[in-house]
């Protein structure tokens, strides 16, 4: 027997295996579909002996194996059944031999067989026959099920005629020797009168009854015939069925403590009414006779006694284990055994133990096995481990198998299974491909071993033909193993990837494969690294200001209470976010990023603008170039919003390595931010303003912040007029239908007394609303008239003062754009001369208000 059932269970050695196969033309997707339905039919009691047949289907068994069937029962193949199709009546000679012929193959085994033929109709198919059974169709064959029962009842009858004939003491007879296929010709030519002999012969006798009433459902005389072989093999030194002695007794016990068997994943099987229902709690089997009915207390004690503890169980196993190691040619058993006992220990919560077991499997000798047996293994071993709950060794055993499947010795290697398998084994790695879980805190695994996995996944990627796939691995690889990787392996990284981009660059949307697992997007958020996030106000010459004639009409008046807590609460929210300034629509708006370039080299980004929503927004994309390691560098983006309303700053976006990106700043909790949510407020005016006076060489000192002016400058002596001309220019897109002019004198010493600007704005007024591009004059009087009576310091403090600059600073409401020109000459004096008539004039605000 060379290929071994890694399916295998402790309960299986009670079930008896039935092969379904399919004869001649027969569609697979019928046949699997009727093989469903037969095996369905798992477990069947038997009528008139209240015991539990249970069945094990297998639509592939080797004949080989079958030798091997009275070594250990469950591996012999009694009963067959065959399906297959015949449309007419005269393919059905050719049908009924192909039926024969696969029966030759199992006929020394086998207790009874059907055949299930679909389409024939006619005389043929009206025959009643018990071993055949015809259905016109794959859809019309309601009774399968049933016919499978009475198959399994016939392989019953069988199967207890035997037990009874081998189970019944025949002192005068000679006893069979049971062989294994090895061990026939090293039986050639011994004493079969010799004592040993016949303690050899009666000691594998009684472990194949013990075998039989398992199956058979004796589980008390299954212990019993257990425990006798046990000693009659052991004294015989008889290694090798001594093991299969010690496993079926292991076996029998197993079934009894664990009613709901140790295959994990299978069903569990319902307790057998030779098995009492509070079995599992006692921990004693129940009482079993040759009917199958539970007998007197005596019998419990006994079968107490027969019946091996949950330690005992794994002991028995590794002594078992030990015999079946000393023979070379039963790898194939000792290794099923390690598998069973594994499951076992798996129920038992005992990883370490199992752990033990499953390290002897992987060194059992095989012999020479295909490429498909070994990845068979791995992946099994693999399933065993993370069973008992060792993840990361699971996965460094799907990993070989993974790796099995593109050996060199394959013609045709695997890359699909493998990068399957590979994907199989990332959480065994705490590896998972979305890159938010890795901005969750510490970096949770070995970098190292994870990023060989991410290099593997690329280059089976590569290999399936699939760039697209590659880009996302090594994207990921990029974003998330950053930190561990070195400067040549960054430059190395970056290559690769920019070689992939150029024939299918990356992007941001979900790749899906073709079994549903879904790859999210991976944004480069650390390509550069932003740290900080500052949504800037307008430039002074575009913010808008509210028209203080229209304050009053902006509170709100949505509720009547002076003080409203949930009133308060949303603004404190709001406040959290909100930025204190505004927007205007079709303005140019700038965010800046405090951001810095972690490779050791240039780093490029293209593309960069503003990821925004709530209104319709233009981003201007820009590109820059990083130098190697450079520390925090201010980059400025600027878009263009296109409506009004609250426009929240989400994140940006780049272009790097021909990988686009998206990173949002929600998923960036280091980034800095005073605010993300600002509001844009409509269209305004724009207003440029020229004077004909020259440009002042000196900026007034008592300015706010808040409002800009442009500073121009004249000297008149007492008693002088001039005139001053303004000339405002609509350079923006709305018209401006209101215009308001005002002024303001600004003096420290507040000794100088009268008024100097004087003006008419009736004529401009008139020529409202101003259309973008059109101009209006004003034209401003400048007369300087003091009063110096009483004031007998007056001229001493004034010349004092220094030279004074005359200002007309103009400020908007709204918003402005300032543009001084000096079309007319400065008036000339000289200002050292003590000239008592010459005076300076003090500061003159103007302000122009258009609406």
Known sequence: MSVPDYMQCAEDHQTVLVVVQPVGIVPEDQFFKIYKRIASVSQVNIRDSQRLLYIRYRHHYLPENNEWGDFQTHRKVVGLICITTCNSAKDWPQTAERFHGQKEVYSSTLYDSRLLVFGLQGE??????????????????????????????????????????????????????LCVPFEKKDFVGLDTDSRHYKKRCQGRMRKHVGDLCLQAGMLQDALVHYHMAVELLRGVNDFLWLGAALEGLCSASVIFHYPGGTAGKMAARKPSISQPADAGKRHRPGALTANGISADTSTEIGRAKNCLSPEDIIEKYKEAISYYGKYKNAGVIELEACVKAVRVLAIQKRAREASEFLQNAVYINLGQLSEEEKIQRYSILSELYELIGFHRKSAFFKRVAAMQCVAPTISEPGWRACYKLLLETLPGYSLSLDPKDFSKGTHRGWAAVQMRLLHELVYASRRMGNPGLSVRHLSFLLQTMLDFLSDQEKKEVTQSLENYTSKCPGGMEVITLSDGLKLPPVPFTKLPMVRSVKLLNLPTSLRPHKVKSLLGQSVSTASPFIYSPIIMHNRGEERCKKIDFQWVQGDVCEVQLMVYNPMPYELRVENMGLLTSGVEFESLPAALSLPAESGLYPVTLVGVPRTAGNITVNGYHTSV??????????????????????????????????????????????????ELSTSVSVQLFNGERQQLTITLENIGTEDIESLELTSKTVNIKDKVFGKFLSWDIEEAVHQLPLKPGQTVTLTISIKVKLDFSGQENLLQDLNDDGISVTGLPITSPLRQVLKPRAETKAVSSESGKAEYSHVKVGRNNTACTPR
């Open 124 to 177: 043929i198919a009206e025959q009643q026959r018990t071993d055949v059974a015809f259905y016109p169709g794959f859809e019309e064959c309601s009774d399968v099920e049933r016919r499978v029962e009475d198959f399994v009842e016939s392989i019953f009858i069988v199967l207890e005629s035997k037990r009874l004939d081998r189970a019944t003491d025949k002192s005068g007879d000679k006893i069979q020797l």
């Open 657 to 706: 390595f021909g990988v686009s990106s998206d990173c949002l700043l929600e998923g960036l909790p280091s980034v800095k931010t005073s605010g993300c949510l600002v509001e844009v407020i409509p269209s305004l005016p724009r207003l440029q303003l020229s004077t004909s006076l020259p440009r002042s060489a000196h900026t007034p000192q008592h300015m706010s912040k808040e």
